[in-house]
């Protein structure tokens, strides 16, 4: 098969920066080199890489958005372009990217006291510390404002209880940004330790998607956090919103390396099986699928882009990003159906990456907000009336 290009049909390479273009470049050689020859066994075997983060600290895809602390501080088409190749390997590997730069050192960034700055942010772009988002509850996943955790206060702190789930990153974590009521009902933020008495983490097995992929349960019981880990500059679901705007942003990109992999993957194939004494390419139903592919990826790329640019201008709204991230996930859910599709059975097994892209979308299009709670997110801007409640 041949190796992996990218599609690019209308030209968008124009629009790229030299320095985005090499940045693009670094990573999607990072990932042939590094993940593609060994993701499989990872997924198989239900585990993280963690021997990679020094390598992706090292070229700087941790808060690589972020300006200082030890940051690269690229501009958003860069960032962007880095979580596309990183998902274009592996949902799981973008996921803890994501997870680590745009929900914890964002939150912190953002958030938190110049001191708490200082300690947590250049330790972990260098990833020499992870950190972890702990908002989701078992019982509190698109409402968070039901969340349960509580945070006490007590003397010169706070006492956490409560229980997070689905945390990606959560027991490799040194710090988790965990979201808590305090007793008059106000959401605010803590940064809980790994190692602090009555924290602790398991991780949740039997996943058939997103296998390459730490994911937890935080518990915390009775965890005293003392004041000085308290995020003082925000209230409310405003803070874990906007941390997950971040996030998703990415998350638009990242659906877009996926995507892309499975387009190569069928296209590539398709010339190359032959049924028929011709090759699958030469059927049209086989091109009205790879057409309908190219398109979504490529008005998916515009979006993006188009989303970036707002994003650095200091201009994106919230909603954009809904309407984008629930777009670009969707299609490519159904572009990795549609592959599979075109490769028949070989499209169940690990010998091709589209079974693994398609199981993983399944969780894509469903974190950081569900394509049910984007279209609705998008609906109350459209119309003025919230159907959500």
């Not at 569900?370 to 997110?377: F, K, P």
Request: net charge negative; aromatic share 8%.
């Amino acid at each position: 098969m041949a190796p992996f290009t990218g599609l690019d049909y209308y030209d968008l390479d124009e629009l790229l920066s030299d320095e985005e273009k090499l940045t693009r470049k670094t990573v999607r050689d990072f990932v042939e080199r590094e993940v593609v020859p060994n993701v499989e066994a990872h997924h198989a075997r239900e585990e993280f890489p963690r021997h990679l983060i020094p390598k992706m600290a090292e070229l700087g895809m941790f808060g690589a958005n972020l300006k200082g602390y030890g940051c690269a501080g690229m501009n958003n088409v860069a960032y962007g372009l880095i979580m596309q190749e990183l998902e274009r390997g592996d949902s799981g590997l973008r996921s803890m990217a994501s997870v680590q730069g745009s929900l914890a050192m964002y939150a912190i960034y953002a958030f938190g006291t110049e001191a708490q700055k200082e300690r947590w942010l250049p330790p972990m772009a260098r990833g020499e510390a992870i950190g972890c988002f702990g908002l989701t509850e078992p019982d509190h996943g698109s409402d968070p404002g039901g969340m349960e955790t509580r945070a006490r206060a007590d003397g010169s702190g706070y006492i956490l209880s409560g229980v997070k789930r689905w945390i990606t990153n959560g027991s490799i974590s040194d710090v988790a940004v965990v979201w808590a009521k305090t007793d008059d009902g106000v959401i605010r933020g803590f940064l809980v330790e790994m190692g602090m008495p009555g924290y602790s983490t398991s991780d949740i097995k039997g996943k058939f998607s997103l296998r390459a992929s730490i994911t937890s349960e935080l518990v915390l019981e009775d965890v005293r956090v003392p004041r000085e880990n308290l995020l003082p500059e925000v209230t409310g679901l405003k803070g874990p919103f906007s941390c997950l705007s971040q996030a998703r942003y990415g998350i638009v990109w990242g659906a877009l390396g996926a995507a892309m992999g499975c387009f190569h993957t069928a296209l590539e194939y398709a010339k190359e099986r032959k049924q028929f004494d011709r090759p699958l390419a030469g059927y049209q139903l086989v091109q009205q699928k790879l057409v309908h592919m190219a398109n979504e990826i490529t008005k998916g790329q515009l979006l993006a882009y188009r989303l970036a640019q707002l994003k650095d201008a200091g201009r994106v709204r919230p909603q954009q990003i809904s309407l984008a991230k629930r777009n670009n996930v969707g299609q490519a859910l159904e572009i990795a159906r549609m592959a599979r599709d075109i490769l028949g059975a070989n499209g169940i097994v690990n010998e091709y990456p589209v079974i693994r892209h398609m199981m993983n979308l399944e969780t894509v299009n469903t974190y950081e907000g569900t394509y049910d709670m984007h279209t609705l997110i998008v609906g109350r801007d459209l119309t003025g009336e919230d159907a959500i409640r």
